[in-house]
């Protein structure tokens, strides 16, 4: 099942997932906190969806059947896992851009030392020329 599609259904079948701050809908798991102490946080709802999953799927020896409200914890469950996977991709491509920009920021620094001495290493009349080459 594809990520459109599990959005799709969760909007059709009006999904909810169970949380300490009430039932939230797919678009509220997006503003949810990753983790928390608070205990409203994606990682226990992550949690309680799980324990549903389990709680609803029965083995059995004989039969391969899935009931209506197993299919659906799995689903809720497998949304939540898809939000959780995006979200910290999202913070790890957030923190590998912060990462990057100090590095650039870290080599203009030097770039422009190392232009001050290199500008401090000409002579005088050199200085003049390069004013003058400057000026036209």
Not at 89 to 104: C, H, Y
Request: proline share 1%.
């Amino acid at each position: 099942m594809t990520q459109v599609n599990m959005f799709e259904i969760a909007a059709r079948k009006k999904l909810r997932f169970e949380s300490t701050k009430g039932d939230l809908t797919a678009e509220q798991l997006w503003e949810a906190p990753l983790r928390g102490a608070s205990g409203f946080n994606l990682d226990q709802i992550a949690r309680a969806a799980d324990r549903k999953v389990k709680s609803l799927t029965e083995e059995s020896f004989v039969e391969n059947r899935s009931s209506k409200a197993s299919i659906r914890a799995e689903l809720c469950l497998d949304i939540i896992k898809y939000v959780i996977e995006t979200r910290l991709a999202e913070d790890e491509a957030k923190l590998a851009r912060a990462d990057k920009l100090k590095q650039k920021e870290k080599i203009v620094t030097i770039l422009a030392e190392k232009e001050d001495d290199d500008l401090k290493k000409m002579t005088t009349k050199q200085l003049k020329e390069k004013m003058a080459s400057l000026e036209a």
